[in-house]
């Protein structure tokens, strides 16, 4: 029962440590269920629950804080240098991009951007790129 509400308490804290709680009481139960006293019961919930929230919480929390190793698709492609190969202005342009040619615009709409200048891709919309020049960047 206790691991139940543990369990319940978890879902709506996603805090990691009422789930651990959880599962140290479920290991107390089946203390419990093979016959041992209530002292063996507790220290076995004791042992569980200080082993998962010294060891476990502080290595799950870690991982989950860390970015996603690769980003895929058109995501992939903010942040890479191209060439223009026709001239980029905030409503039309074409550019070479990882080996493909993608339609692109200029971020800035009062930037337009010469054929050949190398440009670095801010954002994906939709099948265009979105770009500013590589030589203005900060």
């Given at each position: 029962m206790a691991a139940a509400a543990l369990g319940a308490a978890e879902f709506f804290s996603?805090?990691?440590?009422f789930g651990i709680l959880g599962g140290a009481a479920l290991v107390a139960a089946v203390v419990a269920g093979l016959g041992a006293t209530w002292v063996l019961q507790v220290l076995a919930f004791a042992v569980a629950g200080?082993?998962?929230?010294?060891?476990?919480?502080?290595?799950?929390?870690r991982q989950l804080k860390q970015a996603p190793a690769?980003?895929?698709?058109?995501?992939?492609?903010?942040?890479?240098?191209?060439?223009v190969l026709e001239e980029v202005t905030a409503d039309r342009g074409l550019i070479k991009l990882s080996g493909e040619h993608w339609s692109a615009r200029a971020l800035d709409?009062?930037?337009?951007?010469?054929?050949?200048?190398?440009?670095?891709?801010?954002?994906?919309?939709?099948?265009?790129?979105?770009?500013?020049?590589?030589?203005?960047?900060?």
């Open positions: 996603l805090t990691l440590a200080a082993a998962g929230l010294l060891i476990v919480r502080p290595i799950a929390l690769m980003r895929d698709g058109s995501d992939a492609l903010i942040g890479r240098k191209g060439t709409e009062s930037t337009v951007i010469p054929e050949g200048a190398a440009v670095d891709v801010m954002e994906i919309e939709g099948a265009t790129a979105i770009v500013y020049p590589h030589d203005l960047l900060p």
